[in-house]
């Protein structure tokens, strides 16, 4: 009879103590993330929109957006383009940069130095920039690319540079590389042998999210894209750029299709670096 | 997978223990031999004049401060540090010119070096791997070390799933199974707990001893050099002090530096130590060490008989004393020098308290003539 009187002060004190800052939490959480979803929201809603002209709400919902830039040969052959212009530069990357990152780590320490600076420099000139500078070296002389899409994928190699190396570098670190060499190569291992089946597997979730987040950045890539090939290569952001004078729900189609992908792409790279800091924390 | 283990673990029985016990005496001819050996970083000698022969099956400790050369020397000797000079032979083999995986040479290292993307059979399994022996006799060949270092239920777990004293084993076992010539031990208990080093020094002599596994084990603990080797090499600026036994380099170092590593020997120059022996001593310096220094109080001898030849009594008077668990070492300032005199720890009642006027006494027959 006595006991159930007690019971609900403590439920009450909790509610007191967690309401306003769960509040304050939840209502800048929700500010922020409807002020960075909303512009989506609405192409994503235009892209789906059979005719969304005068009226508040649009007319009615259709797929055939879609459908009809998912057949448009045009769209698909820049796809095309831009998947193999940005798995050439990671490509090109991965088997420059590891080795370079491995070699600073052990042996060259003081090629570290030099790498930072290096990793530095395409932050330190703007696009438009260095483009000039590129169109300039590669348009006439012995190696003609512009143009071409090898002219892309250095290109995109040097902005991928900063980034993979950083993350290579990273990981290598969170490893004691040399000591694992040496213990491999005593072991009977061949230096070759060695850095395949005991570095390699140790900095695999770094290097997997070094090229996820990459790609994704190097597909959204538009300067380089126009002011290096622009028609002659037409990439996906090219493509984009060309279709800004056709139907505004073909190009939001464009841009969610586009979206869609990066996400994917972005949120797989998270994943595994989640993955990662929970295997190192066991 | 994990069939096929069980399986392997079923069949494998005690004579593969024994198989792999007389394997390297069936090898040949094991022992390890220095030549002339000098390395040098820029201008600066890190080792010079490494000159040794060890012996099959001998268990070889490196003494020496942190910073004398002895973990490079072991380096230079693996393969992993390049020699400016000398030549390095494995019975009749010289290996000085061979990479890292040609010499024949296993390793253990301080920090374990074990493979983090590996289970601990894999650990193991990874030198036999590259030698390509079969699946069967591979899993075979791991389950007989894993036996042997005691960690067999650990078997499919990862290095960061085990405590240091296992990741050690583990380290040990993998340099083990390719049954290497002669094994290297970078200081491999220093980065463990006083119990597991213990324990683990014990299991590392037994299973030298048993497998007659030429050894070089480098460490700066004076104990467990003298506990596990048979003999102990005393380094010192790069250089080999003394070869010795245990008992032989404890009681007789050949010079200061030697006598200064070892013990908590007194060194006295011939000045000093002429009014304790009663005569100039023939060399510049000599050493005592605090065990053969004798007490008396109050005209009675002080915590054990004197010994039949001592020199004159010399007054001083007790500075402090430190408990040593079973001995006492007192400090004693006399008019011309101070010494560091060790007696048992009989009972509490009998300690010497500070201020005390003592004599003391230096057993004549051994005091030790240094050479420099």
């Known amino acids: 009879m006595a006991n159930p009187a007690p019971v609900p002060l403590p439920a009450q004190s909790r509610r007191l103590s967690s309401l306003p800052t769960l509040n304050l939490y939840g209502v800048v959480l929700v500010a922020v993330f409807t002020s960075l979803a909303l512009p989506l929201l609405a192409t994503l809603g235009y892209a789906l929109a059979s005719r969304w002209g005068a009226t508040l709400m649009p007319d009615g919902l259709t797929l055939s957006w879609f459908i009809e830039l998912w057949t448009t040969p045009r769209f698909l052959a820049a796809a095309g383009r831009s998947l193999l212009v940005t798995i050439g530069a990671l490509v090109l990357s991965l088997v420059l940069i590891l080795p370079v990152a491995m070699l600073a780590q052990t042996r060259y320490p003081r090629l570290e130095h030099w790498m930072n600076t290096l990793t530095l420099m395409p932050f330190a000139v703007p696009p438009v920039v260095s483009s000039v500078g590129l169109l300039q070296l590669y348009a006439g002389g012995p190696i003609p690319l512009v143009g071409t899409p090898w002219i892309l994928i250095f290109t995109y190699f040097t902005i991928a540079l900063p980034f993979m190396y950083r993350t290579m570098t990273n990981s290598l670190r969170a490893v004691d590389v040399s000591e694992l060499m040496e213990a491999a190569q005593l072991l009977g291992a061949g230096p070759i042998k060695a850095f395949f089946l005991v570095i390699l597997p140790n900095i695999r979730a770094g290097v997997q999210i070094a090229i996820f987040l990459s790609f994704s950045f190097l597909v959204g890539e538009f300067v380089f894209a126009n002011m290096l090939v622009g028609t002659r290569f037409e990439t996906l952001q090219v493509y984009l750029n060309n279709m800004r004078g056709a139907s505004g729900h073909f190009t939001s189609a464009l841009v969610i299709t586009l979206f869609v992908m990066t996400l994917i792409l972005t949120w797989l790279g998270t994943r595994q670096a989640e993955h990662t800091v929970k295997e190192a924390a066991r | 997978m994990s069939h096929t283990v069980t399986a392997s673990i079923t069949a494998t029985t005690q004579p593969a223990v024994e198989r792999v016990q007389h394997q390297p005496n069936m090898a040949g001819d094991n022992a390890l031999r220095l030549a002339g050996l000098a390395k040098r970083f820029g201008t600066t000698s890190v080792f010079d004049d490494i000159d040794a022969d060890i012996g099959h099956g001998e268990f070889i400790t490196l003494l020496g401060p942190s910073g004398c050369g002895k ?112 094994l290297l031990m970078d200081e491999p208990l220093s980065a463990l707990d006083a119990r597991i080093r213990r324990h683990l020094r014990d299991q590392i002599r037994d299973i030298q001893k048993s497998l007659g596994l030429t050894t070089l084990f480098v460490t700066h603990d004076q104990e467990e050099a003298m506990l596990m080797s048979d003999r102990v090499f005393l380094m010192h600026q790069g250089r080999i002090l003394q070869q010795d036994r245990a008992e032989t380099l404890y009681t007789r170092p050949s010079g200061s530096a030697a006598a200064g590593f070892m013990g908590h020997y007194n060194l006295l120059d011939a000045v000093e130590a002429e009014p304790l022996l009663g005569f100039r001593p023939q060399s510049a310096r000599v050493a005592l060490r605090p065990e053969a220094l004798y007490l008396s109080l109050d005209g009675r001898p002080f915590g054990g008989d004197l010994p039949p030849r001592v020199g004159p009594a010399l007054s001083g008077v007790v500075r402090r004393h430190r408990l040593l668990g079973n001995i006492v070492r007192y400090e004693i300032v006399g008019s011309t020098l101070t010494l560091n005199i060790d007696t048992l720890n009989r009972s509490t009642r009998t300690l010497l308290v500070e201020g005390t006027q003592v004599n003391m006494y230096a057993d004549l027959d051994e005091v030790q003539e240094l050479s420099e």
């Open chain 2, 71 to 182: 973990s490079t020397l072991l380096r230079a000797i693996a393969g992993l540090t390049p020699l400016d000079q000398g030549s390095i032979h494995v019975g009749q083999d010289d290996i000085t010119e061979l990479p890292p995986q040609q010499r024949g040479i296993g390793m253990v290292f301080q920090h374990y070096a074990l493979f983090p993307n590996m289970r601990v059979v894999d650990n193991i399994g990874f030198g036999l791997r590259m030698q390509k022996v079969s699946r069967n006799e591979r899993e075979r060949r791991v389950d007989t070390v894993l036996r042997l270092v005691e960690l067999s239920d650990q078997a499919h777990k990862f290095p960061h799933q085990l405590s240091g004293g296992q990741r050690q084993r583990v380290a040990l076992a993998r340099a083990l199974v390719v049954e290497p010539r002669v």
